[in-house]
């Protein structure tokens, strides 16, 4: 059974660091893509940032491009997200999830298409 866990939310000021971690569970980790979502109420989905197999970036979002950097370390099936200078507009729920070989082509897009494990979610409060 797969299982994806987030974990490190929490509420920090603005301006603050924070760094988010997904362990995967029940599957080849190293086999798979891994990407960063979040929502906040009221809007739609978006992709924050996606990394391949080796680690290699494959998407980051505009918004926080140079303010949040996402790494895997597949010998302990984690992927991690560490966000810095968080801005207000940083709240939302953030969701990690994997993606399969077979997807690649959608998953390094990092829109949400071709990932199939997602996990429950962790939330991410940041204060003005």
């Known amino acids: 059974q797969v299982q994806v866990v987030e974990s490190g939310g929490g509420l920090v000021q603005a301006g603050g660091s924070l760094r988010l971690s997904c362990r995967a569970s029940g599957l080849t980790f190293g086999y798979y893509y891994m990407g960063w979502f979040r929502q906040a109420p009221g809007k739609e989905r978006e992709g924050v940032s996606c990394?391949?197999?080796?680690?290699?970036?494959?998407y980051a979002a505009d918004s926080v491009k140079g303010r949040f950097t996402i790494s895997r370390d597949n010998a302990k099936n984690t992927l991690y997200l560490q966000m810095n200078s968080l801005k207000p507009e940083d709240t939302a729920m953030y969701y990690c999830?994997?993606?399969?070989?077979?997807?690649?082509?959608?998953?390094?897009?990092?829109?949400?298409?071709?990932?199939?494990?997602w996990g429950q979610g962790t939330q991410l409060t940041v204060s003005s």
């Open positions: 999830a994997a993606s399969p070989s077979s997807s690649s082509y959608y998953a390094a897009r990092c829109d949400g298409r071709g990932f199939s494990y």
């Open positions: 990394v391949n197999w080796s680690g290699a970036i494959t």
